[in-house]
């Protein structure tokens, strides 16, 4: 049975960064893509970008773009999310998912990891 | 970016109702659609993928119908496990979108 599990909880400074891990256990690591999605406090759910580590080039949405790295270690099966200059406004629960179908971007998320709240706070 | 909008916002029922939950795309987004149950503190869960193929495990009375840009989620016969969030996502043109939820509340 996959399982993805996420590191724990962080509280951030302003301006600074954070790396967020996720580790799938139980399954093929390579060949799915792992996508980060994020929730605002009382919010929906947000798209940040995703990559299937064989592949290794990530897409993130574009409002990331130039803070935030996704990278995969197919050596310990985990990814990772990077988010840098953070703003009170990045406070959420950060999701990583699995795709369903493997070697495919276009492909719903059938596994997800448990979350990992980042709060941002001076 | 397509823009998704899910509709009602939120919606009342009692168990054993059917209920529907529509997700319009700003934009055809073909068959790229799936839908999410999420309850709180907790990870969403995938209920359909592609409009309308049900994933595994999940219970026959949810499912899927449309194409382009007009999407609808239905619950035959609500259940109390039912009572959640559910989100569609669109997964034609990046970035991926998701609708804003639609919350399903005990009438």
């Known amino acids: 049975q996959v399982q993805l599990v996420q590191s724990g909880a962080e509280v951030k400074k302003p301006g600074s960064s954070i790396k967020v891990s996720c580790k799938t256990s139980?399954?093929?690591?390579?060949?799915?893509?792992i996508n980060w999605v994020r929730q605002a406090p009382g919010q929906g759910l947000e798209w940040v970008g995703g990559?299937?580590?064989?592949?290794?080039?990530?897409n993130y949405t574009q409002k990331f773009q130039g803070r935030i790295a996704i990278t995969a270690d197919e050596a310990t099966n985990t990814a990772y999310l990077e988010l840098n200059s953070l703003r009170s406004e990045d406070t959420a629960v950060y999701f990583c998912?699995?795709?369903?179908?493997?070697?495919?971007?276009?492909?719903?998320?059938?596994?997800w990891g448990q979350g990992t709240l980042v709060t941002v706070s001076s | 970016d397509i823009q998704v909008t899910q509709s009602p916002f939120t919606l009342s029922a009692s168990i054993g109702d059917r209920v529907t939950i529509t997700c319009r795309a700003s934009q055809s987004v073909n068959s790229w659609l799936a839908w999410y149950q999420q309850k709180p503190g907790k990870a969403p869960k995938l209920l359909i993928y592609k409009t309308f193929h049900l994933e595994s495990g999940v219970p026959s009375r949810f499912s899927g119908t449309g194409s382009g840009i007009e999407f609808t989620l239905t619950i035959n016969s609500l259940q109390p496990d039912d009572f959640a969030t559910y989100y569609c996502q669109q997964y034609n043109t990046y970035p991926w979108t998701f609708g804003q939820g639609t919350k399903v509340e005990i009438k």
């Open positions: 998912a699995r795709a369903r179908e493997s070697y495919d971007f276009w492909s719903a998320y059938s596994k």
């Open positions: 990559l299937i580590p064989v592949f290794g080039n990530a």
């Open positions: 139980g399954g093929t690591f390579n060949d799915y893509a």
